[in-house]
């Protein structure tokens, strides 16, 4: 199986990225191809809206970078996003990314069937502020038709570390089983 992920976080030694780590490695062990894209350290701004999408040779005309996630995404049996909670919401390092996914459906590209998960951490001890992303991720993956394998909120982590102190790394490469 191939599969694509994206990360959300611009902190490398990070809780979400822990998870990732964990994920990856799992993945990789189980025999499955890992392609990761660390939206963070990418130029990916949100949709223009200007339905070019596909027409000029691109995946979005506007966010080149994008391509090779759009490819990525195309190619893969599965995509896993991977991200913090910023501001009780989706962080923006992800989001411009998750905005190009509307380039696939102007596009008519077929993605439908694809397993999807979702690795998430915040800060505070209620999960319900994991809502913010969860259910953008959820309302994402219905619209382009996307099964979900399964989803790691882990509450109750800021630090670097925190994550330790918890099983969101185990439950991360759990998740690789499920895919």
Request: with cysteine; charged share 20%; net charge negative.
């Amino acid at each position: 199986m191939k599969i694509t992920v994206v990360t959300g976080s611009p902190r490398r030694g990070g809780n979400s990225f822990a998870m990732t780590d964990a994920f990856i490695r799992e993945a990789e062990q189980c025999g499955h191809a890992v392609e990761r894209f660390d939206a963070a350290f990418m130029k990916v701004g949100g949709c223009h809206a200007c339905m070019t999408c596909y027409k000029t040779g691109r995946a979005c005309s506007f966010n080149e970078e994008f391509d090779a996630v759009a490819a990525s995404i195309l190619s893969s049996d599965a995509v896993v996003f991977t991200m913090p909670v910023y501001w009780y919401s989706i962080p923006a390092q992800i989001k411009g990314v998750i905005d190009c996914l509307f380039s696939l459906v102007v596009g008519g590209k077929q993605v439908a069937g694809k397993r999807w998960g979702l690795i998430a951490c915040c800060e505070e001890e209620d999960r319900t502020v994991l809502d913010g992303v969860r259910i953008p991720m959820e309302r994402t993956a219905a619209l382009l038709k996307w099964d979900l394998a399964g989803e790691v909120l882990v509450p109750g982590v800021l630090n670097e570390g925190d994550i330790n102190k918890t099983d969101g790394c185990s439950e991360a490469a759990a998740l690789a089983h499920k895919l």
